[in-house]
């Protein structure tokens, strides 16, 4: 996600100080980088693609004139990485200048609207309709202040985002609906940021910023009002003891722990991607002969999922294929007629993009998931949705695991609509669903979190794992697996539940521990039997079931809860959640690092 900063210094030169705090947002991820700022009447930008040192060798950012000013680390959700894409952007005046961080939804319609009215546009972006809509404000007589909360009540979406104008060159104004914004009050300043690394070098006197409001920066403080009527709020500054490294982690020990509590947030974001690319992917994966789910790791355990909600709701078969298998399996019979849809939340995974490009040259389409917008796999894909989770910093991939799955189901309901294979009405259930599951991971983060760190205690001495489900929950399995052995370093085997009679079961003995994926489907039945032949060999059972799914409780040595009522084909949402949370405190357990597991790296570059 975006890193902005703004700043209002009483005394000296504000650029060097938005590029310091600049430095501090790095660990957000980013692709391109900004810095505005007002002197004597005039707006200085200077801002390009690239890491902060590129762009300052070239441009340098220290010498823009003025003790106000804004700065901006860009993660692209909309327009490509590009210089006229990075922020700061402008009204058509180059008079006022915004940065942004978040997701304008209905920022299609506002820019027609714009244009209509003579608006002229430079960039692809969704944040450009910002400036041109406080400019509008402003020509028809608003202050800064006004025309900032004029502004910002047109837009749907999460925005927080800072102006300044160079009509009223002594302020900053910003604004915050659900994306994070802080104050910091200092002795020679006053600061607004993404988050608190950015000015903790300068103060640790905080103000949260909630949303809905919007804020005034001046040298001699900041003035929160509530954006519907400007009625203004009263809030003292909060004082924090935190050292810039813990403040990069907002307070949590480690990013895995970090991102994993974040799902709520980068689900619903998920929720928010533009129908016309939804509706554009499922017209070619409607109209495929055949379509192969390439990934690797975790990515693949999102395709093998989607398979059975492409099947199972759109009566479609789809193929999941790790990819480093893929021009052996199915090189040779790919063809014209053939889609890969392609999964990679680095969208830079050798075997992947080899995959995909075998695939290119037998002119095959290709599709592309990814968390990387302007990544390679973007550059090759017909057609690309880029997920939204914002950078993944932990190895061991988490929120982007579940927006994977947030995104290939909706791509799964779209295509049950266009497919008519499924009724209205359970349409109208899953989609109603779709929009509950943040909520239901707030609420098992919520709950149970502490019982999962104890169950740790628990099991962090056993060798070995099982972890099994049916149907779906097979690839929630692989998932918890997974996680589990790379980062707590142990070994464990992932299989579906069936398979166990088959020759695994033979590993199983007294005190052997089995994590059965209990989901309320069509399995359930013959699970519980699963359940049953591995207690009558001594294996202790660790279960994730529903909070009020008895049955399974009684069989189980352990569970852990989930809410009920949760649809089979999104259920490894929410299962995984808890699987996530057990591999991380067994890793602790163990002493091993969440973040830097021995042996891997975040994005595999080689084959
Ligand atoms: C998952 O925790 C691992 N980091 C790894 O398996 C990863 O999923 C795999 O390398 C694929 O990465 P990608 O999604 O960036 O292509």
């Known amino acids: 996600m975006c890193g902005i900063f703004g700043c209002v210094l009483k005394n000296g030169e504000v650029a060097s100080t938005i590029h310091s705090s600049l430095k501090r947002l790095e660990y957000r991820g980013y692709d391109s980088v900004g810095e505005a700022t007002l002197h004597e009447g005039k707006l200085f930008i200077k801002k390009d693609v690239g890491k902060i040192d590129e762009v300052h060798a070239t441009h340098d950012l220290d010498n823009l004139p003025g003790k106000i000013g804004l700065g901006h680390t860009r993660w692209a959700t909309h327009g490509a990485p590009t210089k006229v894409n990075a922020h700061p952007h402008t009204d058509c005046e180059e008079q006022i200048a915004v940065v942004h961080n978040g997701i304008i939804e209905n920022f299609a319609e506002l820019k027609k609207e714009l244009e209509d009215r003579g608006h002229f546009f430079r960039s692809k972006t969704d944040t450009e309709v910002i400036a041109h809509l406080v400019e509008e404000k402003m020509r028809e007589g608003s202050a800064l202040k006004a025309a900032v909360a004029e502004a910002v009540k047109r837009l749907e979406g999460s925005y927080a985002v800072a102006v300044v104008s160079v009509k009223e060159p002594d302020k900053i104004v910003c604004a915050r609906k659900e994306s994070p914004l802080t104050l910091g009050v200092g002795e020679n300043g006053v600061y607004c940021a993404s988050d608190i690394p950015a000015f903790l070098l300068y103060t640790n006197k905080v103000v949260i910023v909630n949303d809905g409001e919007l804020v005034v920066l001046r040298e001699d403080g900041c003035e929160l009002s509530k954006i519907a009527d400007l009625s203004l709020i009263r809030r003292e500054p909060k004082v924090i003891d935190w050292t810039p490294e813990m403040a990069e982690k907002q307070g949590y020990p480690h990013f895995m722990l970090k991102e994993i509590m974040e799902q709520p947030l980068t689900l619903r974001n998920t929720l928010r991607l533009q129908e016309h690319y939804l509706e554009l992917m499922t017209t070619f994966l409607d109209r495929a002969s055949e379509v192969f789910l390439v990934a690797c790791g975790t990515s693949h355990h999102a395709c093998l999922a989607a398979t059975y909600m492409f099947s199972k709701l759109a009566f479609h078969i789809t193929h999941p294929v790790i990819a480093s298998e893929f021009v052996e399996q199915?090189?040779?019979?790919?063809?014209?007629?053939?889609?890969?849809?392609?999964?990679?939340?680095?969208?830079?995974?050798?075997?992947?993009?080899?995959?995909?490009?075998s695939a290119r040259q037998r002119a095959a389409t290709i599709l592309?998931?990814?968390?990387?917008?302007?990544?390679?796999?973007?550059?090759?894909?017909?057609?690309?949705?880029?997920?939204?989770?914002?950078?993944?910093?932990?190895?061991?991939?988490?929120?982007?695991?579940?927006?994977?799955?947030?995104?290939?189901?909706?791509?799964?309901?779209?295509?049950?609509?266009?497919?008519?294979?499924?009724?209205?009405e359970e349409i109208d259930v899953l989609e109603e669903k779709v929009l509950k599951i943040p909520d239901m991971v707030e609420t098992i983060l919520k709950t149970q979190q502490e019982k999962i760190k104890q169950l740790a205690k628990k099991y962090k001495n056993h060798t070995a794992f099982f972890f099994l489900g049916r149907g779906i929950s097979y690839a929630t399995a692989l998932e918890g697996r997974l996680k589990l052995m790379e980062i707590a370093y142990v070994p464990a085997i992932a299989f579906p539940a069936g398979e166990s009679k088959h020759g695994p079961i033979s590993l199983v003995e007294q005190g052997f521990p089995v994590v059965f994926i209990c989901a309320r489907d069509d399995t359930r039945k013959t699970l519980a039997g699963n359940i049953m032949e591995m207690k009558a060999r001594g294996a202790t059972i660790l279960a994730i079931c529903e909070e009020d799914d008895t049955e399974i409780k009684r069989l189980a040595d352990d569970y852990v809860e989930v809410p009920a009522g949760i649809p089979e084909v999104l259920s490894p949402i929410p299962y995984v959640v808890p699987l996530q949370l057990f591999a991380y405190y067994m890793a602790l357990e163990r002493g091993c690092d969440p973040d830097m597991p021995r042996n891997l790296a975040k994005s595999v570059t080689v084959k």
């Open 330 to 357: 199915y090189g040779k019979s790919v063809n014209i007629d053939s889609t890969i849809l392609a999964v990679s939340q680095s969208g830079e995974t050798a075997d992947t993009l080899a995959s995909v490009e």
């Open 368 to 424: 592309g998931l990814t968390n990387t917008i302007g990544s390679t796999l973007t550059r090759v894909s017909r057609v690309y949705i880029g997920q939204q989770s914002g950078p993944e910093i932990g190895v061991a991939a988490t929120k982007t695991f579940t927006s994977q799955l947030s995104v290939l189901s909706q791509l799964a309901i779209y295509l049950a609509k266009k497919r008519g294979k499924i009724s209205q």
